[in-house]
């Protein structure tokens, strides 16, 4: 597998770093997941994430309910509709995630060297010398000198707000454990990891599928974030599910990657996902931190061949509390655009952070500098090389629009797409300059009524990297005329004028399909 330098174009002009960042409609080519929660659900503010450069928004099951969720979703909705920028759902699921219960929600104090007992009644009153957990089989699967983790929800990685203990003993379905530093635990529940345990609990719960069916068929959700994503069953199963649910079986399956189990089996995982996530602070505990690096490029590497996205968690803990990211952080997120990373989520950053469109625009901005040095040519080689010969007719097309692009120094990529496939196959050969997806919606009639799709592949391609939707009138079908493809086209090149990606005399690269054949044209824009 390549090393991630060889990925940095060569020279950088050190002039460059001295340039200030331009204004553009696009922040950066790689998409910003936000997750929504008590700092981000105004509509003022999630209009701010939006302009920010939040393309993709996240809601976490893990806490609150889903009345609450619903309220976040619709002030989403204005907030779309005031500022004009689209939006993806993403709901995270809750998964095999342990908790620990804190009923009282009154601060809990923990000493280094003391002890505490975790244990499955929970009718106890969590205090420093009993924690209460939400799964009664933590005592079969840990044994003495075993490490786990608690901390606040997405573990802010402080030592004064999150623990480590080492479990002594076992006594019946009592957990005790070591204290091995002094922290104060505040709120009303903690995740609690135990490092390459294998925990039996399922995947997809029970409340999970409550959730789905109800809350995600009711807002049609684009993605599923499918928590503690262990083996590629757990995909199919998912999927399975989905597929019942009629409104939302296009829904597309993210895995979470989350522990050693899930990055044991990832090859598989990957084949049955759509998208991979890869989460960084579980992955963080459970793995030494010597390899964390090595299980990032390698599983953006492989998702990048697959032409599946992956997105990245855990980059710029610090801008919780602080208004600018540490340089080792703002290092993580240009590595991460490096490595092939298609977007970053921001989890505790937005949810409870106190600057929650900062941080957006920050990670927008670090994205952006990375993605200029990112050496495409060495990238697309690369690419062409894995995919191998003979190439398939649609690989072969958009690996030929990419090439052209590049050689005319195009300003835009326009693909004409329904499915969404081919545009995201351009996307996988990473051009320099955005690909504007022109969905083109299927008709679907009956006798009685007639309706069609698009809107879900518009929107869920908003976590692709460089990839920019817009979803063209209903009224044209798929199987368009040559005529009808023409006035499409000028809607979309008037539609990139408007955003100031293209002017006058600019070259653009369109691909679409006339007839059974795929064409790959290029324009010279007239004044």
């Known amino acids: 597998m390549p090393s991630s330098h060889l990925l940095l174009e060569e020279p950088i002009r050190m002039v460059s770093i001295l340039e200030p960042s331009k204004p553009s409609f696009f922040p950066a080519m790689t998409k910003i997941v936000g997750t929504l929660g008590p700092k981000s659900r105004s509509v003022e503010t999630i209009s701010g994430c939006l302009k920010a450069g939040m393309s993709v928004a996240r809601f976490d099951f893990s806490w609150h309910d889903p009345e609450y969720h619903q309220e976040t979703l619709e002030n989403l909705k204005v907030a779309v509709k005031s500022t004009k920028k689209l939006c993806a759902v993403m709901l995270d699921t809750v998964g095999a995630e342990m908790q620990v219960v804190n009923k009282s929600e009154k601060a809990i104090s923990l000493e280094a060297n003391a002890q505490v007992v975790l244990t499955p009644d929970q009718g106890q009153e969590a205090s420093s010398e009993i924690l209460p957990i939400n799964f009664d089989g933590l005592a079969k699967a840990v044994k003495k000198g075993d490490t786990i983790f608690i901390g606040q929800y997405l573990f802010t990685g402080s030592e004064t707000t999150s623990v480590w203990l080492e479990v002594s003993e076992v006594n019946g379905e009592d957990v005790v454990c070591i204290i091995k530093n002094s922290a104060t635990l505040a709120g009303s529940l903690f995740t609690l990891h135990a490092s390459q345990i294998h925990i039996d ?176 040519d060495l990238y697309f080689k690369r690419t062409v090389k894995y995919v191998g010969e003979p190439m398939t007719h649609l690989e072969s ?131």
């Open 201 to 376: 609990l399922p995947t997809l719960t029970e409340k999970d599928k409550e959730v789905i069916s109800t809350w995600g068929v009711k807002n049609k959700i684009d993605f599923l974030s499918l928590s503690y994503t262990r083996h590629a069953e757990d995909v199919r199963q998912a999927r399975e599910f989905l597929s019942k649910l009629g409104d939302i079986s296009q829904t597309q399956i993210f895995a979470k990657i989350e522990n050693v189990e899930g990055l044991t089996h990832f090859d598989e995982i990957l084949q049955e996902a759509d998208g991979i996530i890869l989460s960084r602070g579980n992955l963080g505990i459970d793995l030494p931190p010597e390899k964390v690096f090595l299980f990032q490029k390698s599983a953006l590497y492989k998702c990048n061949m697959a032409g599946k996205p992956a997105v990245l968690t855990r980059v710029v803990d610090s801008m919780t509390d602080n208004l600018r990211p540490t340089r080792a952080e703002a290092t993580d997120v240009a590595n991460a655009v490096l490595d092939g990373s298609d977007a970053i989520l921001l989890g505790a950053e937005t949810l409870r952070g106190l600057y929650p469109v900062e941080t957006i625009s920050t990670v927008g901005r670090i994205c952006s500098e990375a993605e200029k040095v990112f050496n495409q």
């Open 397 to 527: 097309i958009a690996s030929s629009a990419v090439r052209a692009a590049i050689k005319v120094k195009a300003s835009i990529i326009i693909c004409f797409t329904s499915s969404g496939r081919a545009a995201r196959l351009i996307a996988k050969y990473r051009p320099t300059m955005p690909v504007l997806s022109v969905v083109i919606p299927r008709l679907k009639t009956n006798q009685l009524k007639w309706s069609f799709s698009g809107a879900f592949e518009a929107r869920q391609s908003l976590i692709v990297r460089g990839l920019f939707p817009m979803l063209a009138d209903p009224r044209h079908p798929a199987e368009s005329t040559s005529a009808t493809n023409e006035s499409i086209l000028k809607v979309a090149l008037d539609h990139g004028k408007a955003l100031g990606v293209i002017k006058s005399h600019d070259r653009v690269v369109v691909c679409q399909k006339l007839g059974d054949a795929s064409v790959v044209k290029i324009i010279e824009l007239e004044d």
